[in-house]
C-alpha cells in the first residue's frame, strides 16, 4: 500500500528540516525521511554529552507538524514513488512534491595505511564522538582540509581527546587570505574565532599533511609532511579528511540533471530550488558544498515552492545568493595540494569493501570497466567511497548510480509497486 | 544527563549513556569491527553510515551498520572474527 505525502522530504539535516517547517506553515501533509535515529543531518548530530544548539532545538520542534521517519532509508524510486526500507520493513511513500536533502559525505583520500583501525573521517570521528565514542585521553591527530577540521576538533576536545595538532594542507597564505575574507562575514567570523578560543593551546600547522599511517592491526603512528621537512607522531587516532561530496545518488536515480564541472558532481538547481525534474526540489549540501547558513535558506525556499508558495520562496533568495558566495571562498582557498593524489602506491587499497588496490585497477579508464573486472566499487558502499576517491584521483569519474541505493533486504525489494495512476 | 544502556559486546557487559550508537560501545571493548575480503582488521570510517566498514552482528542479524543504530538494553552484539 502506498501513503502519500503533499511534500515528501528526504534528510533531516538542517536543509530538510527548513524545508519541513515551510512546507507545514502552509497547511500541507508533509513527511520527513531520514536513514539516522535522530534529526539534524551533520552538523546538529545529537551528542551525547552536550545539548543542542538553539537554532537546532528549534529546527526540531517543527517535526511535531509532520510525520517524522527516522530511520528510513531511501533505496529506490518508482514513478512519484519512494521505496524506503526502515527497521521493521519496506513502505511505499507518494508525493505530490519531493524535496530531496540528503547533504555530503567526507571526501575520503587514500594513503598508505587509512585503512588501519583507528584511521577515520575528521567529521566521522566527531560524528562517532558525538554517538558516545571513547576519545577520552586518547591521543588525537586531526588532518586534511578546510574548516571542518576546527569543527571537528572542538568536539573532539569537548569530549575529552588530548589534541596533538591540526595539520591543514592548505599553505599558510591561502589559509590567511581566506581568515581576511572573513572580514567580510561577522557572523562567520565570530564563530571562527569562537572555535579557536575552544581550541586554544592546539598547534595548527599549514602546509602539512599525512603521508602514511603505521600500525600493524591498529594505528600507531603517523608520518608527517610539512614545511620543514617530514616528522613521525605516535598518536591512538587519526581524524583526517579533505573536504565534502555531494550526495547525489537519489537524485541521479530519479533523473534529475546533475552539474559535473567539478570533480564531484551537485544536484543542479535554479535559485528557487528546482531540479530538471518537474515537481522535484533539492537543497542543502547535495547542491553543491555551502554550509550550514546556505542549507537552512534553501530549505526554507524549497518548502515554500514544494507547497506552491512563490511569493515567500522568492522573498529569501537575496539571503541565498549571500550564502552561496560564502561558500565559493572555501574552495579557492582550500584547493588541495597536488602532491596528496600520489600518496596512494601500487600497494594501497582503494576499494575498501572488495580490497581492491590501486595497483590493480593500473589499466583502466573508465569506472565501469574497471568494476567488471576487479570488483572495485561493487561492495556495500556501492563506491561512495573509493568512487570519490578515484574521481578525486583523476583516474575516472564515479559511474551512476543502480537501485537499491544502499544494500537492502530481498523483501524491501520484492514488495509490490502500485500501479501507475491515469 | 539520561539514563545507561546496558548490552554485551563480544559476550563483555557494557554501559553506554542512552542515545550511544552501537559503534561507540563496540569502540569501548575492541578496536576491530570486521574482516576485509582479504583478512584485513577494519573499524569505522565514516560515522554516518556511508562506508559499512563499522559492519557487524547485532541478536543474530549480520551486516548491520553500527554507526547507525542506537545501543539498547540487552543487545548482543558480536564482531566479526
Ligand atoms: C561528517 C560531517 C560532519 C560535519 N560537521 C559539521 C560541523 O561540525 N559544523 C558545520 O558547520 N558543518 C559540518 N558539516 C557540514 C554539513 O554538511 C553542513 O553543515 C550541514 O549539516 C548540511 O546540511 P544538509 O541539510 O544539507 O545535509 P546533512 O546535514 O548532511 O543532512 C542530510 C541528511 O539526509 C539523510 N539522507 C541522505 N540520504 C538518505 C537516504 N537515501 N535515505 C534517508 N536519509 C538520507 C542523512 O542521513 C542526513 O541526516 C559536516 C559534514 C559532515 C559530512
Ligand atoms: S562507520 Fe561508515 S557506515 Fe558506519
Known amino acids: 500500500m502506498t501513503e502519500h505525502y503533499d511534500v515528501l522530504v528526504v534528510g533531516a539535516g538542517p536543509a530538510g528540516l527548513a524545508t519541513a517547517q515551510a512546507a507545514a506553515g502552509h497547511g500541507a501533509r508533509v513527511g520527513v525521511i531520514d536513514a539516522q535515529p535522530r534529526p539534524g543531518g551533520q552538523v546538529w548530530r545529537h551528542d551525547v554529552r552536550q545539548a ?74 566527531q560524528a562517532l564522538a558525538k554517538q558516545g565514542w571513547p576519545v577520552a585521553g586518547k ?49 562567520r567570523a565570530v564563530q571562527a574565532i569562537s572555535l579557536r578560543t575552544r581550541l586554544a593551546g592546539v598547534a595548527y600547522r599549514c602546509g602539512s599533511f599525512v603521508r602514511r599511517a603505521n600500525g600493524d592491526d591498529r594505528l600507531q603512528s603517523v608520518d608527517i609532511e610539512g614545511p620543514d621537512g617530514a616528522q613521525q607522531v605516535e598518536c591512538d587516532l587519526l581524524a583526517t579528511g579533505y573536504g565534502l561530496v555531494p550526495n547525489v545518488e537519489l537524485a541521479q536515480l530519479l533523473g534529475c540533471a546533475l552539474a559535473a564541472h567539478d570533480t564531484h558532481p551537485h544536484v543542479q538547481v535554479d535559485a528557487l530550488s528546482r531540479t530538471s525534474v518537474a515537481g522535484i526540489h533539492a537543497a542543502g549540501e547535495l547542491c553543491g558544498i555551502g554550509g550550514l547558513a546556505a542549507a537552512r535558506i534553501e530549505g526554507a525556499i524549497a518548502g515554500h515552492m514544494a507547497a506552491g508558495d512563490l511569493t515567500a520562496a522568492s522573498a529569501l533568495l537575496p539571503a541565498r545568493a549571500r550564502a552561496r558566495r560564502f561558500a565559493g571562498l572555501l574552495s579557492t582557498h582550500f584547493a588541495l595540494d597536488p602532491r596528496l593524489r600520489t600518496l596512494a602506491t601500487p600497494q594501497t587499497t582503494i576499494c575498501r ?70 | 544527563m539520561s539514563g545507561l544502556v546496558r548490552l554485551t559486546v563480544n559476550g563483555c557487559a557494557v554501559e553506554m549513556p542512552d542515545g550511544s550508537s552501537v559503534a561507540a560501545a563496540v569502540a569501548t571493548v575492541t578496536p576491530h569491527f570486521r574482516r576485509s575480503v582479504r583478512g584485513e582488521s577494519r573499524a569505522p570510517l565514516c560515522g554516518m553510515g556511508v562506508c559499512f566498514e563499522c559492519r557487524l552482528r547485532i541478536d543474530g542479524v549480520a551486516h548491520q551498520r553500527a554507526c547507525m543504530i542506537p545501543a539498547r538494553n540487552g543487545m548482543q552484539v558480536q564482531t566479526d572474527d
Open chain 1, 52 to 125: 543542542s544548539p538553539h537554532a537546532a532545538r528549534h529546527a526540531f520542534a517543527a517535526l511535531a507538524r509532520v510525520e517524522w521517519l527516522a530511520r528510513h532509508s531511501v533505496v529506490g524510486a518508482e514513478t512519484q514513488v519512494l521505496r524506503v526500507e526502515h527497521p521493521d520493513g519496506v513502505r511505499l511513500l507518494g508525493y505530490g512534491a519531493l524535496v530531496l536533502a540528503t547533504g555530503a559525505r567526507e571526501l575520503m583520500l587514500p594513503f598508505p595505511g587509512w585503512t588501519l583501525p583507528g584511521v577515520s573521517g575528521a567529521g566521522g570521528l
Open chain 1, 139 to 187: 591521543r588525537v591527530l586531526v588532518s586534511g582540509t578546510g574548516p571542518l577540521l576546527l569543527a571537528a576538533a572542538a568536539t573532539l576536545r569537548a569530549h575529552g581527546a588530548h589534541l596533538l595538532g591540526i595539520h591543514e594542507q592548505a599553505p599558510t597564505a591561502a589559509v590567511h587570505a581566506f581568515a581576511r575574507q572573513m572580514l567580510h562575514w561577522p557572523a
Open chain 1, 353 to 422: 569493501c572488495e580490497d581492491v588496490t590501486l595497483g590493480e585497477l593500473g589499466g583502466y579508464t573508465d569506472a565501469r570497466d574497471a568494476k567488471l573486472a576487479t570488483r572495485c566499487g561493487m561492495g556495500a558502499c556501492q563506491g561512495r567511497i573509493c568512487g570519490s576517491a578515484l574521481a578525486e584521483l583523476g583516474r575516472f569519474p564515479r559511474s551512476g548510480p543502480r537501485p537499491p541505493l544502499f544494500p537492502a533486504r530481498l523483501a524491501t525489494l520484492a514488495e509490490a509497486s502500485p500501479p501507475l495512476s491515469d
